[in-house]
């Protein structure tokens, strides 16, 4: 009657009673600094300040006040951070020219930030939407639809103009197909192919999580939506192509983004591709729905046990607002 439980290799507590047991049987879900990604809006204004309203805790700011925050993130321990410029002064046209002019806020803190912080590793997310008028991933046809071959020239001369201001990460997150090829082409035509490296947001899906960041940017597309080039949230088989493609094109980190409804895509993503570096995103709607879940207690419960989740299906690195309270929290257990 009693044997299944009798039975020794039913009897999994014998594995597990003690904490350092426990960490055993969690291989490779540690995290640590290295495992998180910072990302940072910067504003045109070099001293300004701006809190996110649909994000607590997270702001936007000029050159000046983000050196001070990042001086007090790096002191804890902060490794990397992802870089979005917002521009409002700089004016916004049909091909996004203002996201590589000199005067953009990306391209003139990226020399700053090299010199105050020589560790920390600096990535540039690369795309048209913060700097187009009709607010698009790409350059548009004139129907509304996406100009394939004047998109990724000008996405490739956008993360040359970085990865030549400083940037050590290109993060190409518009989706154009082929724009990883079209990068690395250009890198290596400047001779920056063994100092830049290319994050490929490769698994981005047309999410509806993503709504705090769009308010953060005002990047939301005048007509239309991303539906054609961003992927269809129930397409695990477009996402493996999207993977395929990058990783054949030359990218050196794959993405899934958003994280913890796409779990599975992440798993698949590392399962196919070992060797490559995997990155989450964990995007402002999630970070939002956490935020409001409770009490600070439950939150950082609630982000730690999500976090394990990224790393247990195969995550290498979480882009996260929550960076500032993991590396927190990541001292506290020390
Ligand atoms: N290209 C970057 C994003 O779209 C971020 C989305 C988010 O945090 O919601
Ligand atoms: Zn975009
Ligand atoms: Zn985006």
Redesign the pocket.
Known sequence: MNQLFLSPEYILQGGYHHSTLRKLQEPNTSIEAHNIMY?VFLLEDDNKVEPVASMPNVSRYGINPLISKLEELVNKGLKSILI?GIVRTLPKDPNGLSADCPENPVIKALPKLRAQFPDLLLAC?V?L?PYTSHRHCGVLLPGGTIDHASSVRRIAEVALAYAKAGAQII?P?DMMDNRIKAIKDSLVACKLQNTVSVLS?SC?FA?V??????D??N?SPMEGDRKCYQLPPGSAGLAARAAARDVAEGADFLMV??GLPYLDIVKQTKDKYPCHPLFV???????AMICRTGDSAEVEGILLETLTSFRRAGADCI?T?FAPLILDLISKKK
């Open positions: 990302p979005f997310d795309c939407c993060a997150s947001y981005k999410s999580m993503y709504g705090p960041f769009r953060t940017m990047s983004k958003p995103y964990q995007v402002s709607g999630e970070y882009i607002y």
